[in-house]
């Protein structure tokens, strides 16, 4: 049986030996808009919920429209000249308008990267920034949430007269779903914020995981932080599989968020009648799988499906290597998984100690196996797995001493694929 798998930009496609019950669990998706073009138009003009957004410019004079960075497939280039067509025409000028990487605390993004995000033209005639989230200077102070989370938005945000973000709905290891309140924080959030988001008492709450939108309190947080900066308007897109625009849902942030999370979910969702033995899945390909932190979202991904002790495969190119400074000392440094999660417990949060927190969560349920070929092979005694050199060495261990007729559930397009077992599916 040949499976490909989505890796890097070319694809991996393996031989998959006979003998055992495969089940194949590609991400589902609705068909692709006959006219795009006309439902992004259409959703600007009639949005969900809220007042369109040439209403919302009416008698401004600055806009801050917030995206998503290299490490997120969203087709900005396709949606932002409809919003920014809106925008001047409701009297804003152009040299009014700032376009904002929403970075969080991964890299700044390349002017490579910047024509990339947002099509050349727009790169070229519109002002396009990258979020400094260790900046903070750059950042407005608006008090605290209810549960104590200090809140720092990017001032070039927070001060514009309107403010909009632009992204897409996929399902996400920690918030149930990307998209919308996303796009302010962490995305536009100060380091400060961002730790105490990503601290073990989120990263540990049952309810924060993949599909989960219903009680999530990283969810509910955010959705706060969001209001209180100020956010107005959101259009979101959701994806097919070949990443054309499936749907458009645009307006107030919170009614327009959750009406495209129902359609993803409805989509999406991939129902198994019992837990597997082993999964092999991906982190979705490029960009996602460019680092080894991003990568991470596939294994977290899988962890619903398979039996306790089962294995997992996962199948990144990881290109840029481990990612960030601060996480690639972390996983050089920390040699147990569950000393990592003792000492993190209670401690100051540290930067990016929240994707190995992940991963060291995922160990306690089943046993890793890697073929990362990007990372450097002096990572890989620190990777709570194994690692190997080529994909069929993995491939031949993670299958190794499986019996006959096991379950392996195979998960070409990773965290793009919402797998549950039946008989604990509490969406």
Request: net charge neutral.
């Amino acid at each position: 049986m040949q499976v490909n798998f989505a890796f890097g930009k070319s694809g991996l496609s393996l031989n998959l030996p006979s003998g055992f019950d495969y089940r194949l669990l590609e991400a589902r998706s609705a068909s692709p808009l006959g006219d795009w073009q006309s439902a992004i138009e259409h959703a600007l003009d009639h949005p969900i919920a809220g007042p369109p957004l040439s209403v919302i410019a009416s008698g401004q004079r600055t806009a801050a429209i917030s995206v998503c960075d290299i490490t997120r497939p969203a087709p900005n280039r396709l949606v932002l000249p409809a919003v920014l067509s809106r925008l001047e025409a409701a009297g804003i000028p152009r040299e009014g308008i700032t376009i904002l990487i929403a970075t969080g605390l991964h890299r700044p993004a390349t002017a490579g990267e910047i024509r990339e995000i947002t099509g050349p033209e727009i790169a070229a005639s519109y002002r396009v920034e990258n979020h400094f989230a260790r900046n903070p200077g750059g950042h407005r102070y608006l008090g605290g949430t209810s549960t104590g989370t200090p809140v720092y938005i990017d001032e070039r945000f927070v001060s514009a007269g309107v403010r909009v973000t632009l992204g897409f709905i996929e399902p996400h290891l920690m918030l149930g779903y990307s998209g919308g309140r996303k796009l302010v924080a962490p995305g536009l959030a100060a380091q400060e914020t961002i730790k105490v988001l990503h601290s073990p008492r989120f990263m540990r709450d049952p309810r924060t995981h993949e599909g989960s939108i219903a009680g999530n309190p990283l969810h509910k947080e955010l959705l706060e932080i969001a209001a209180m900066a100020g956010h107005q308007f959101m259009i979101d897109v959701s994806l097919t599989r070949t990443r054309e625009i499936a749907g458009v849902f645009a307006g107030s942030p919170v009614e327009a968020h959750a009406a495209g999370v129902n359609f993803v979910s409805q989509v999406l969702l991939e129902r198994l009648d019992a837990p597997v033995d082993a999964v092999i899945t991906t982190a979705a390909g490029y960009p996602l799988d460019l680092t080894f932190y991003q990568a991470i979202k596939g294994l977290t991904a899988a962890q619903h499906i398979v039996k306790p002790g089962g294995r997992i495969l996962l199948l990144a190119s990881c290109d840029e290597g481990p990612g960030a400074e601060e996480f690639r000392a972390m996983l050089q440094t920390t040699a147990d998984a569950g000393g990592f999660l003792d000492a993190i417990a209670t401690a100051p949060v540290a930067v990016d100690q929240w994707q190995l927190e992940k991963l060291a969560l995922v160990t306690r349920r089943a046993a890793l196996f890697f073929y990362v070929p990007g990372l450097p092979a002096g990572y890989y005694p620190s990777l709570w797995g194994r690692a190997y050199e080529t994909a069929t060495a993995a491939l031949a261990a993670t299958l190794d001493g499986l019996p006959s007729g096991a379950r392996v559930a195979l998960i070409p397009e990773g965290p793009y694929v919402l797998a549950k077992v039946e008989a604990a599916m509490t969406v």
